[in-house]
T-cell receptor, first 111, second 112 residues
Framework: GENVEQHPSTLSVQEGDSAVIKCTYSDSASNYFPWYKQELGKGPQLIIDIRSNVGEKKDQRIAVTLNKTAKHFSLHITETQPEDSAVYFCAATATGNQFYFGTGTSLTVIP | DTAVSQTPKYLVTQMGNDKSIKCEQNLGHDTMYWYKQDSKKFLKIMFSYNNKELIINETVPNRFSPKSPDKAHLNLHINSLELGDSAVYFC???????????FGDGTRLSIL
């Protein structure tokens, strides 16, 4: 099955700085890569996703990049704000397969 | 309106008891799931239920049994609770199998 590794496990940044979270996957058949944000006491919420036919996708302050050759994808958050503090999960899946989640990154934005 | 709702939010019980967690989605989705999140925040799928077809993660003990009375509901029943069952259990739904999923806010299960 798929194996998704996520780094770093914890990340602290100053408000206004950028944050980058990286994930690698093992199954070359994986073709869909969502990112979820989990706030304290809440369930994971989809924030952005990318499919394997696209190299980069951006939505306001967040962006995701995908390198299929190297089998890694990254989440970029610019101009971080305190409300960005949460646990972020990457996931990978191939069509018709279950989601395999990364181990999570706890992001703290320091005001 | 809450898209995916779970009850109860907290469940504290003794080892050996049987308990159920309920989940309802009002998104009109065809597929529902149960996930377990352990103390290290690792999310692992337990079950997928798609159009009356149950897909089981083989690592899940058979003390866990999902029940779906209809497409909008997927409940989780747990028999003979053990200490290792302590975790947060999330229900989720998606339009089709393994498409982008909407999660509930979780049920925190604590076994004494």
């Amino acid at each position: 099955g798929e194996n998704v590794e996520q780094h770093p496990s914890t990340l602290s940044v100053q408000e206004g700085d950028s944050a980058v979270i990286k994930c690698t996957y093992s199954d070359s058949a994986s073709n869909y890569f969502p990112w979820y944000k989990q706030e304290l006491g809440k369930g994971p919420q989809l924030i952005i996703d990318i499919r394997s036919n696209v190299g980069e996708k951006k939505d306001q302050r967040i962006a995701v990049t995908l390198n299929k050759t190297a089998k890694h994808f990254s989440l970029h958050i610019t101009e971080t704000q305190p409300e960005d503090s949460a646990v972020y999960f990457c996931a990978a899946t191939a069509t018709g397969n279950q989601f395999y989640f990364g181990t999570g990154t706890s992001l703290t934005v320091i005001p | 309106d809450t898209a995916v709702s779970q009850t109860p939010k907290y469940l504290v019980t003794q080892m050996g008891n049987d308990k159920s967690i309920k989940c309802e989605q009002n998104l009109g989705h065809d597929t529902m799931y149960w996930y377990k999140q352990d103390s290290k925040k690792f999310l692992k799928i337990m079950f997928s239920y798609n159009n009356k077809e149950l897909i089981i993660n083989e690592t899940v003990p058979n003390r866990f049994s999902p029940k779906s009375p209809d497409k909008a509901h997927l409940n989780l029943h747990i028999n003979s609770l053990e200490l290792g069952d302590s975790a947060v259990y999330f229900c989720a739904s998606s339009q089709e199998l393994y498409q982008p999923q909407h999660f509930g806010d979780g049920t925190r299960l604590s076994i004494l």
